[in-house]
């Protein structure tokens, strides 16, 4: 049975906000609202889980306090879109609502997924030496914290297989779980280690960079965790089996990823930090971005040059240089024209699911693509 969700706001870090009371909001943003709420309700019983096996192994009051402030601080804060997406998407290839015990279970993976890109991001803003993120200093950088901030990520990820232990060891998609979770975490890191060494912040070469080099960091980097990743644990959930089935979803998936990164890479670039939450660095970091990509791409040799001369410093004058080149060539006009080709592409994806009101097993649904398109599609944060 799915434990009680009693918890209120305040506990998991969010605000409590009467949204009946404000007729300007529409149906739909309720809607989005009353599932982000329900969603996060079910953080704060899973982080006391977590917390309770720290009582269980007996582990000093310090250390316990301390690995309730990780999560707390880390995990539920983001737009939590990956988490939701797989209790949207089991609804959706079930085709019902969910009970409270599924639904639980459903968030409970989807929290799976927060904890991961919690993982990912405290390392990720080490390596990047990041200074905010999600509008708050980065978590090494809060005081006592620093290379702590190391054992902290490799807990947050830790969370994720204490959780599927207790709560799936006895599905027959158990492996499959683990797999899943070991194999996006694998991919991943994959797109992170071509993206460190192509682009290290101390070295800029230029030369190194292309749009393929660019795409294949994309697609490990994000496309595996932060799309096909939600999907393909609701697909076990409901207990879809067919490999082609998985496959499938893949090839519309990986697609979608790669348009929300460079729709990031853009954002980085183009968004205020009101906007999206931190400040943008890529310019400064050397990252090899769609930006820079279709830049060198379209710069003549003089522009080439002041790419050359000023990319990867740690310089304000030098990033308003490249962004004065990024503007000459109009990359604003040019990412338009490929979201533009982007979305007609993936709406073709969707469109090609062939869907079987007659099957007696769980199918995709295009709905369930859809969804995610829908998220993304000219988001500005």
Not at 133 to 143: A, H, I, S, V
Not at 223 to 250: C, E, N, R, T, W
Not at 335 to 364: F, M, N, R, V, W
């Amino acid at each position: 049975m799915a434990p009680t969700l009693a918890a209120n706001a305040s506990q998991n870090g969010t605000d409590t906000f009467n949204y009946a009371n404000t007729p300007s909001v529409k149906a739909s943003d309720l809607k989005a609202a009353s599932r982000k709420k329900r969603f996060q309700d079910v953080f704060p019983v899973i982080r006391d889980e977590l917390v309770a096996y720290f009582d269980e192994c007996k582990m000093p009051e310090d250390a316990k306090a301390w690995f309730k402030r990780n999560i707390d601080y880390n995990t539920p804060h983001g737009k939590l879109n990956r988490g939701i997406s797989v209790v949207d998407t089991v609804e959706i290839l079930k085709g019902s609502s969910l009970d409270d015990q599924e639904y639980f279970r459903a968030a409970l993976l989807g929290w799976c997924v927060e904890f991961l890109q919690a993982y990912f991001l405290v390392a990720d803003d080490m390596m990047d030496a990041s200074i905010t993120r999600r509008g708050q200093p980065c978590w090494y950088r809060n005081p006592g914290v620093g290379n702590i901030a190391i054992n902290d990520a490799f807990m947050l990820e830790a969370c994720i297989y204490y959780l599927l232990k207790k709560h799936f060891r006895s599905e027959p998609y158990y492996v499959d779980l683990l797999e899943l979770f070991h194999d996006t975490t694998y991919q991943t890191e994959m797109g992170q280690l071509v993206d460190l060494i192509t682009a290290p912040e101390d070295h800029v070469d230029l030369d190194k960079f292309s749009l393929e080099k660019h795409r294949f960091i994309v697609l490990y980097k994000t496309a595996f965790y932060s799309f096909y990743l939600p999907v393909a644990l609701a697909m076990h959930m409901v207990g879809i089996k067919s490999q082609s089935a998985y496959d499938h979803a893949l090839s519309i998936l990986l697609p979608l990823g790669e348009y929300f990164q460079i729709q990031d890479d853009y954002l980085d670039c183009f968004g205020s930090a009101a906007q999206i939450g931190k400040i943008g660095t890529d310019i400064l970091d050397n990252k090899c971005s769609w930006n820079i990509n279709i830049a060198l791409k379209k710069a003549t040799p003089e522009q080439r040059q002041i790419l050359n001369d000023n990319y990867g410093r740690k310089d304000s004058e030098c990033e308003r240089r490249v962004k004065d080149v990024f503007n000459q060539i109009d990359i604003p006009r040019l990412y338009k024209e490929y979201e533009d080709e982007a979305y007609e592409k993936i709406c073709t994806l969707i469109d090609g699911i062939q869907e079987s009101a007659d099957s007696a097993e769980p199918t995709l649904r295009r709905a369930a693509f859809k969804a995610f398109l829908d998220k993304i599609y000219k988001r500005s944060k």
